[in-house]
């Protein structure tokens, strides 16, 4: 092998192109076949992954239908009048007034006023 390479390095260059393309020809021809020969089997397993795909399906087919049900009944508790969900929006918007007026009394007092006079407000 290693005389055949000292050979090889003492063509011309226009030889060793033609040995390095001869080779790479072979190489992806070797490479070609045999992804050809195993393709029939990778085409036969697309059929087993097609059935697993549909029973990974039917597994997550029971979270869809709870999904569906909660969504039913919150159409319904929104539809309902003086329901559940206008009650919790009444509460928040009290508790957002509230907590408006507690803050905009608590930022009433001037830093001037209380006799820091050139002092900012950090809020």
């Given at each position: 092998?290693?005389?055949?390479?000292?050979?090889?390095?003492?063509?011309?260059?226009?030889?060793?192109?033609?040995?390095?393309?001869?080779?790479?020809?072979?190489l992806?021809?070797v490479?070609?076949?045999?992804?050809?020969?195993?393709?029939?089997?990778?085409?036969?397993?697309?059929?087993?992954?097609?059935?697993?795909?549909?029973?990974?399906?039917?597994?997550?087919?029971?979270i869809?239908?709870?999904?569906?049900?909660?969504?039913?009944?919150?159409?319904?508790?929104?539809?309902?009048?003086?329901?559940?969900?206008?009650?919790?929006?009444?509460?928040?918007?009290?508790?957002?007034?509230?907590?408006?007026?507690?803050?905009?009394?608590?930022?009433s007092?001037?830093?001037?006023?209380?006799?820091?006079?050139?002092?900012?407000?950090?809020?």
């Amino acid at each position: 092998m290693w005389q055949m390479l000292e050979r090889l390095r003492e063509r011309p260059d226009h030889e060793k192109r033609s040995v390095a393309l001869l080779l790479a020809g072979g190489l992806t021809l070797v490479v070609v076949l045999g992804w050809l020969i195993t393709l029939p089997g990778r085409i036969a397993s697309v059929g087993e992954e097609t059935e697993t795909l549909a029973n990974a399906r039917d597994a997550f087919a029971p979270i869809g239908e709870n999904i569906n049900l909660f969504l039913e009944e919150y159409e319904k508790l929104q539809g309902e009048e003086g329901g559940l969900l206008s009650e919790v929006s009444t509460t928040t918007e009290a508790a957002t007034s509230t907590q408006d007026v507690a803050t905009s009394t608590s930022t009433s007092t001037a830093p001037e006023s209380a006799g820091f006079e050139g002092a900012e407000m950090v809020e």
